[in-house]
């Protein structure tokens, strides 16, 4: 055989193995978007739901067209079956029966309408009492597709062993769902954390109650592998998301800042300046120890005496300006410590 046949031959199943390869790709397509049937209205087999659920409805039901569970391009997209089950009993109402049953899965009302003194009883409270169905039998159809990324650490969370239905938080007909709004997001997770709503009333505190920082820009309501559902593994590492000037490297660090921002602060808010749990020098003094003049008295400084200058105006930090960490080199007096 020549060089010319055999180049040939090579040519030959090259393209074979290219038309191959060409259907096999074509055969693990996605499926085609669904398509709706005559009688539907805004999701594939619908019918068998708005033929009585209908615009009229009082709870909009249509309204789930204008999300992403209502996307017809997308072949994930679910329909009212998926959700509510079969509910045979409840579409074919019975001869003799004065109530139609209630479909085979409810999830309950809007929460943002319930009356907010209401809210925790009715929603919370013996495993939801807006509805028949277990919280796992409804947050099992929601998590058949809503798995992973942030949603990892769901299964042990504190709000799943608190039994907390994906549906107490979320709305899914709603064409937008307001939890997702920082403002309201708030006042949500207040319904449940009164604690936490007292500490934001404070003077000193992150902006959430004027809707600039929402509860999720730190926590995790769907679980985390850091404590209290922190965003990020550490408490720094989520203080660091927004404060990163004070990330460092530094040539002299502070040790609470790399250790934990809460020693020294209450995220939430307090009536210190800078969200400090205590205002200075008696926040200072809780670590370092009384000599010189870190241990003095707490009372104003008197005329001629520069002992007591930690209680003037902005305290210990009159001197020690960058008490996160420092540039300045290590000294054996000490007397650049944490100074610019």
């Known amino acids: 055989m020549n ?6 031959i090579v040519a030959t199943v090259i393209l074979a193995l290219g038309l191959g390869f060409g259907f096999s790709a074509n055969a693990e397509e996605k499926p085609a978007a669904k398509k709706l049937d005559k009688n539907d209205v805004v999701m594939q087999g619908d019918a068998k739901c708005t033929t009585c659920h209908d615009e009229t409805s009082s709870y909009p039901v249509l309204a789930i067209g204008k999300t992403k569970h209502g996307t017809l391009a997308d072949s994930r997209t679910p329909t009212c079956v998926t959700c509510h089950g079969e509910s045979e009993n409840h579409t074919k109402k019975k001869e003799g029966q004065k109530e139609r049953p209630k479909p085979d899965r409810t ?9 907010t003194e209401d809210r925790v009883d009715r929603y919370f409270g013996r495993q939801g009492r807006a509805t028949d169905t277990p919280v796992g039998d409804r947050n099992e159809v929601c998590l058949s597709c809503h798995q992973g990324g ?7 969370s504190i709000h799943e062993s608190r039994d907390v239905a994906c549906t107490n938080c979320h709305q899914i007909h709603a064409s937008h769902d307001r939890v997702r709004d920082k403002a309201a997001q708030t006042e949500f997770c207040f319904s449940c954390h009164k604690e936490i709503r007292a500490l934001v009333s404070r003077q000193s505190h992150h902006p959430l109650k004027e809707g600039k920082v929402g509860c999720s820009d ?3 309501p769907h679980g985390s592998a850091g404590q209290k559902q922190l965003q990020r593994e550490t408490v720094v590492d989520t203080c660091y998301q927004c404060h990163m000037e004070k990330r460092g490297p530094f040539v ?19 009536n210190n300046a800078n969200l400090l749990k205590l205002r200075q020098p008696f926040l200072c003094q809780q670590c370092h120890e ?3 003049h870190r241990g003095q008295v707490g009372t104003l400084a008197s005329t001629g005496n520069t002992s007591t200058s930690g209680m003037i105006a902005r305290g ?8 996160h960490g420092t540039n300045n080199p290590a000294n054996v007096s000490n007397e650049r410590t944490l100074r610019r």
């Open 290 to 292: 009384p000599t010189s």
């Open 316 to 323: 210990c930090v009159n001197c020690h300006t960058n008490i």
């Open 107 to 115: 999830y309950g009302g809007m929460y943002l309408k319930t009356p």
């Open 150 to 156: 942030k949603r990892m650490h769901w299964a042990g």
């Open 3 to 8: 060089m010319r046949k055999r180049s040939r």
């Open 218 to 220: 730190c926590h995790n």
């Open 252 to 270: 002299r660090t502070h040790q609470p800042v790399q250790e934990d921002c809460t020693i020294c602060h209450n995220p939430h808010g307090t």
